[in-house]
């Protein structure tokens, strides 16, 4: 089975940076996404990860380590609009066949942005 | 707006019912997802259509089925509701069948009374 973890809740003050981290157990790893949902709404995709390294774009970042089962979402000159759930998700690959299988969100971490 | 087009946005009805959740996805996504979003559980992955084929199933419930039409559109039918189905459900879409970038639907908040 698989196993993500995250912290439940974060609060930041707008114009810092955060880290929001997300640790993952899962057979057949085939990619990382992290998703931002705001209370009420669908998530939308901020960013993928499937080889080791940092990805940036924009005022986000993201980080993998596939060998230590680690991610972190990195979000620089927070903007009070940035007060949302960040979900981390993991694709894995079905056994034998080697196709895409799943992907499996973490709870989310709810970010809120305070002034 | 991702493209996708989920209705009804609300839907209340009693325990023993039966509703059906309807999904349109992106132009050209052939890949229809449906996943549950309960406040303790996050989003659980119920099950995958391609092209008019199931080619991925999660927790999904043996009350619940889900079938893709010819028009790619997709329905997911919930029988025989319990209070615990109470729940926000999405519906997102993919162009291929690889769980690629996902966009998501506005979803349909379900209540069971």
């Known amino acids: 089975g698989q196993n993500i973890d995250q912290p439940t809740e974060m609060t930041a003050t707008e114009g810092a940076i955060v880290q929001i981290n997300c640790t993952y157990q899962t057979s057949g790893f085939n990619g990382l996404f992290w998703y931002q949902q705001h209370a009420g709404e669908a998530p939308t995709f901020l960013s993928y990860n499937v080889l080791d390294g940092l990805e940036e774009k924009g005022r986000f970042s993201s980080f993998l380590s596939r060998s230590k089962g680690y991610s972190y979402l990195l979000l620089k000159e927070l903007q009070m609009k940035d007060s949302a759930s960040y979900l981390c998700a993991v694709r894995a690959l079905a056994p034998y066949t080697g196709t895409a299988s799943k992907l499996t969100f973490g709870t989310g971490t709810r970010l809120q942005v305070t002034l | 707006d991702s493209g996708v087009t989920q209705t009804p946005k609300h839907l209340i009805t009693a325990t023993g019912q039966r509703v059906t959740l309807r999904c349109s996805p992106r132009s050209g996504d052939l890949s229809v997802y449906w996943y549950q979003q309960s406040l303790d559980q996050g989003l659980q992955f119920l099950i995958q259509?391609?092209?008019?084929?199931?080619?991925a199933k999660g927790n999904i419930l043996e009350r619940f089925s889900a079938q893709q039409f010819p028009d790619l559109h997709s329905e997911l039918n919930l029988s025989s509701l319990e209070l615990g189905d109470s729940a926000l459900y999405f519906c997102?879409?993919?162009?291929?069948?690889?769980?690629?970038?996902?966009?998501f639907g506005s979803g349909t908040q379900l209540s069971v009374l």
């Open positions: 997102a879409s993919s162009p291929g069948t690889g769980f690629e970038k996902l966009f």
């Open positions: 259509y391609y092209n008019g084929e199931e080619r």
